[in-house]
């Protein structure tokens, strides 16, 4: 079934040590994007790619980064993780955008900074 | 920037009630979307609004898109326990936010048996 992978489901790391979270589709969308959810909240959009094109939040701390090398496959990078990142991150995709902008979502990579 | 609020936040009813979320844009959306999200799991996409007034049903869901593409609802006729879950409405508008997802607030349903 083609669907969108994130690993892993639970990370665990050290207050300042860089963290790479992946996601992986074969639903082979165009765009591929990248939310941070904290408990009882909305996904809050951190950025997204429409193909190679990479578009930033404007309130997207410096610490994230992100990397697109091939249509199925993105990845989260937090140089320097803070406590108040510990978050769910969820990677998204959709075929296009505007109205055919249906996102499917992953499970979701946990993130735990201690 | 674009904002969408959602309310209620909580809503607890007894099985076989019905439940209505609302959800209200600062701004025009080209189109408005609503996802499930069980405990624990991810958002599911329910299904995307894009004409003015439209109104769309699923079985016992009721989706409704304002006449000014600002404000949307989502009702559900006699809940049931599968129902459990936290409901997002999420607009996409023009503009420098177009074709991205601003996400409501949420509204978390508790359905008692």
């Known amino acids: ?114 | 920037g674009q904002q969408v609020m959602q309310i209620p936040q909580y809503q607890h009813v007894q099985e076989g009630e019905d439940f209505t979320t609302y959800c209200n844009s600062s701004t025009t959306l080209s189109n408005i979307q609503w996802y499930k999200q069980r405990p624990g799991g991810h958002p599911v996409f329910l299904i995307q609004l894009v004409k003015s007034g439209e109104v769309k049903k699923q079985k016992r869901l009721t989706f409704q898109f304002g006449e000014a593409k600002k404000n949307s609802s989502l009702h559900i006729t006699a809940t049931q326990t599968t129902d459990v879950g936290t409901y997002f409405c999420a607009g996409s508008g023009g503009g420098t936010s177009y074709g991205k997802l601003t996400f409501g607030q949420g509204t978390i349903l508790t359905v008692h048996p």
């Open chain 1, 1 to 114: 079934d083609a669907m969108v992978i994130q690993n892993p489901r639970y990370q665990v790391t050290q207050f300042g040590k860089p963290v790479t979270l992946s996601c992986s589709q074969t639903l082979n969308h165009n765009v591929m994007y990248w939310y941070q959810q904290k408990s009882s909240q909305a996904p809050k959009l951190l950025f997204h790619y429409y193909d190679k094109d990479f578009n930033n939040e404007a309130d997207t701390p410096d610490n994230f980064q992100s990397r697109r090398p091939n249509t199925s496959f993105c990845f989260l990078d937090i140089r320097s993780p803070g406590l108040g990142d510990a978050a769910m991150y969820l990677c998204a995709t959709s075929r296009g955008m505007g109205e055919w902008n249906e996102q499917f979502f992953g499970p979701g990579t946990r993130l735990t900074v201690l």
